[in-house]
């Protein structure tokens, strides 16, 4: 007999979560300080500013270097980003609200969540496909954010209505295209695809994979298809994916990181 998904047994599952969360994120940080191969693995950061060539005699882009991406540090922030959430979710005091929220059917600590983590996400995958810019990877960090918190406004506008609003779900859509536009263009416009490492690749597809399953489960949530009809159900299935998207992209980056020269 199936069991069914209950707000006290919500709470034992977000503690499990936050956990292996934790776990996760603290064997990246170890290895990203201790394993010379992920400590070393470093993506560049440029800015791209105006300045008059004296010599041409007009304004033209100057690229400068502005840093590096510590990978394996900030794989492990999203690990962590996500066990916070989880424990503040599940703790006494906040997990009153959180079900409260939930008998709503909206959820804002995913939102806020998930605007933080799965934006270091994106900017990362973009990064591995030659986005430098500093504007641009910000921006395409603020484009994905915004995605999620349309996520947030579409469950809040739509608390107890009769007939669902959608126009929140089509914004996010929208804005959640940009990130994955400017990573098409940089994928595939590499003349030889050949060059860019297959754990890049295999980090892209599988993100964009679950990325994907989001909002087909906030669909199917205010489709009520199945046991979607239950907010729970859908609540507990953000959290699978979370999780399973987190855990992939982390040790994709890890195993790929590791393979010989």
Same mark, same amino acid.
């Given at each position: 007999? =199936?069991?069914?998904?209950?707000? /006290?047994?919500? =709470?034992?599952?977000? #503690? ?13 940080? $170890? ?14 950061? =440029? ?8 010599? &041409? ?18 794989? !492990? ?5 996500? +066990? %916070?959430?989880?424990? $503040?979710?599940?703790? /006494? ?14 959820? /804002?600590? =995913? #939102?806020?969540?998930?605007? @933080?983590?799965? !934006? ?10 030659? *986005?430098?810019? *500093?504007?641009? &990877?910000?921006?395409?960090?603020? &484009? ?8 947030? +406004? ?15 779900? $089509? ?7 940009? /990130? #994955?536009?400017?990573? +098409? &263009?940089? +994928? ?24 994907? %399953? ?26 699978? @994916?979370?999780? *399973? ?17």
């Amino acid at each position: 007999m =199936r069991k069914d998904i209950t707000l /006290p047994s919500l =709470r034992r599952f977000n #503690w499990l979560m936050g956990a292996l969360h934790l776990i996760q994120g603290t064997l990246m940080l $170890v290895f990203s300080l201790t394993v010379d191969k992920i400590k070393d693995f470093r993506t560049p950061l =440029r800015t791209y500013f105006l300045t008059f060539d004296t010599n &041409l005699m007009r304004l033209v882009t100057e690229p400068k270097e502005a840093g590096t991406l510590p990978f394996g540090i900030l794989v !492990s922030s999203f690990l962590f980003l996500s +066990a %916070l959430a989880h424990f $503040v979710i599940a703790a /006494p005091g906040t997990n009153r609200v959180y079900n409260e929220n939930i008998l709503r059917g909206m959820n /804002p600590f =995913r #939102w806020y969540e998930y605007a @933080l983590s799965s !934006s270091v996400m994106i900017v990362l995958i973009a990064n591995l496909f030659g *986005v430098f810019a *500093v504007d641009t &990877l910000i921006a395409i960090f603020l &484009l994905n954010a915004s995605m999620n918190l349309f996520g947030y +406004a579409m469950e809040k506008v739509n608390q107890g209505a009769a007939k669902t609003s959608w126009s929140s779900f $089509v914004f996010g859509s929208i804005a959640g295209l940009g /990130p #994955w536009i400017v990573v +098409a &263009l940089n +994928a595939f416009g590499n003349s030889d695809l050949g060059e860019i490492p297959w754990f890049v690749f295999a980090i892209t597809f599988s993100y964009f994979f679950f990325f994907n %399953l989001f909002p087909v489960n906030m669909f199917l949530q205010y489709k009520k298809v199945g046991r979607w009809s239950n907010y729970l159900y859908g609540e507990r299935a953000y959290i699978v @994916l979370s999780l *399973v998207a987190k855990s992939v992209l982390a040790w994709l980056v890890f195993a790929g990181v590791m393979q010989p020269q």
